[in-house]
Nanobody
Framework: QVQLMESGGGSVQAGGTLRLSCANS????????MGWFRQAPGKEREVVAT????GNTDYGDAMKGRFTISKAGTLTLQMNDLEPEDTAVYYC???????????????????????WGRGTQVTVSS
């Protein structure tokens, strides 16, 4: 079965940089959509970035130009120019089923559609 574990979170001042990684095993051979999500206190979980097996990427509006998702060896999220609004628990995820495309939308996250890691805390101070 799919198992995911995030790492690389921590505390950083505004304008700083963090790089998150997602150790994974058991990802299906059809290479489904993968992505990063985040959830701030009192808010719903939202999509941060996605990537498909062809390397196509998509980002939430707040992340465009600052974050970069990749999977060269392992799923990563490079976060530059961090802002206090980026403070959240960040989760890596793998899409269940046969879906390979995963563009970012404004629709609520359906938890049952993904395999999830346990999350890593990112805290950005002013």
């Amino acid at each position: 079965q799919v198992q995911l574990m995030e790492s690389g979170g921590g505390s950083v001042q505004a304008g700083g940089t963090l790089r998150l990684s997602c150790a994974n095993s058991g990802v299906p051979y059809h290479d489904p959509c993968m992505g990063w999500f985040r959830q701030a206190p009192g808010k719903e979980r939202e999509v941060v970035a996605t990537i498909d097996k062809w390397g196509n990427t998509d980002y939430g509006d707040a992340m465009k130009g600052r974050f970069t998702i990749s999977k060269a060896g392992t799923l990563t999220l490079q976060m530059n120019d961090l802002e206090p609004e980026d403070t959240a628990v960040y989760y890596c995820a793998v899409r269940r089923g046969t879906v390979v495309y995963c563009p970012v939308t404004s629709q609520p996250v359906i938890y049952e559609n993904f395999y999830w890691g346990r999350g890593t805390q990112v805290t950005v101070s002013s």
